[in-house]
């Protein structure tokens, strides 16, 4: 068997660190996906207990009207989520949970 030479050696590590960068880009662009569905997950769970306890906690359900029109500046958007908030306001006859907010 003949000794490679350098050139051949060279092309031949350098055909191996663009694989292992093509694999390395591959396994970043993986871990990124993920932790955007983890992300994604944890609002929809977060959103879900915030809107379960507005609709039986008169209290919660102020205050979070109050952090809605702080944080909340446009008003076409601000329409939109207050619309939507008083669809879901607590029912007097609803269980309460007055302060336990």
């Known amino acids: 068997m003949a000794t490679k030479t350098f050139e051949e050696r060279k092309a031949a590590i ?11 880009t591959a396994v970043d662009a993986a871990t990124k996906e993920e932790n955007r569905r983890r992300d994604e997950k ?3 769970l977060i ?3 915030v809107l379960s306890r507005a609709t039986t906690n ?12 702080a944080e909340i500046t446009k008003r076409t ?11 879901m306001a607590p029912q007097p ?3 309460s949970e007055v302060g336990k907010v």
């Open 14 to 24: 350098e055909q191996q660190r663009a694989k292992l960068m093509q694999q390395s």
């Open 42 to 44: 944890a609002r929809q």
């Open 47 to 49: 959103l879900a207990a």
């Open 58 to 69: 008169s209290a919660f359900y102020g205050v979070l009207l109050d952090v809605i029109d």
């Open 77 to 87: 958007d601000k329409e939109i989520v207050t619309a939507y908030l008083m669809t």
């Open 93 to 95: 006859n609803a269980e």
